[in-house]
C-alpha cells in the first residue's frame, strides 16, 4: 500500500507541470507528452516481461508494450502528416524522469514484490493519464486529428486501468 502511495504522489509531481499551465499546452507540446507517456509505458512493460514473475502480470506487460507501442506509431504518424514537431516540455520531461525513477525502482524488486510493485505503477500510472487527457490534454488540442486520436486512443487507457485493478486486487496488497 505505501508503494501504491509513493507511485501516485510521484505520479502527481509528474504531471503537476501539464496542470499547471496557465494556457496550456499548445498541439506540439501535446505531441511531445503523448508519446512521452506512451514511452514510458512502454519502457515499464519492456521490463516487466522480462522480470515480473507471475504468467498474467507478464502477460499484462507484453500488452501495455502492444498496445502503447501501437498508439505511439499513430501518434508519430498524425504527427507527421499534419507536419508538428512533438515539443519538448517541462511535462514530457517529468513524465521520462518518472518513468526512469520506476524501472530504477522495479530494478531492486524481485517475484511477488516485483509484480506487485509494476501493477501498482500501472494502476497509478493510468488513472494519472486518464486524468491529464480529460482535463488538460483533449480541451486544450486545437488540432481536430490530434484531438480525434486522444478520444479514440481514451477507451483502451480505461481498458489498461481495470484490467490494472483487477491484477492488483488478485496480487493483493
Do not use: C, W
Request: no cysteine.
Amino acid at each position: 500500500m505505501k508503494a501504491m502511495h509513493l507511485a501516485t504522489a510521484a505520479l502527481a509531481v509528474a504531471l503537476a507541470p501539464v496542470l499547471a499551465l496557465a494556457a496550456g499546452p499548445n498541439d506540439a507540446q501535446i505531441a511531445a507528452i503523448v508519446v512521452t507517456a506512451n514511452q514510458v509505458d512502454i519502457d515499464a512493460g519492456d521490463y516487466a516481461q522480462a522480470h515480473a514473475s507471475a504468467d498474467d502480470v507478464k502477460a499484462f506487460a507484453r500488452q501495455m508494450v502492444t498496445d502503447h507501442t501501437a498508439v505511439n506509431k499513430s501518434a508519430t504518424d498524425l504527427a507527421g502528416r499534419l507536419h508538428l514537431t512533438p515539443e519538448d516540455n517541462p511535462t514530457a520531461q517529468s513524465l521520462k524522469k518518472g518513468g526512469d525513477d520506476n524501472v530504477a525502482h522495479l530494478k531492486t524488486l524481485s517475484g511477488p514484490a516485483f509484480d506487485r510493485a509494476y501493477v501498482d505503477h500501472e494502476v497509478a500510472y493510468h488513472e494519472a493519464v486518464l486524468k491529464a487527457l480529460d482535463d488538460t490534454l483533449i480541451p486544450n488540442a486545437s488540432n481536430a486529428d490530434l484531438k480525434a486520436l486522444m478520444v479514440k486512443v481514451r477507451p483502451a487507457f480505461v481498458a489498461h486501468l481495470e484490467h490494472a485493478k483487477m491484477l492488483q486486487a488478485r496480487l493483493g496488497k
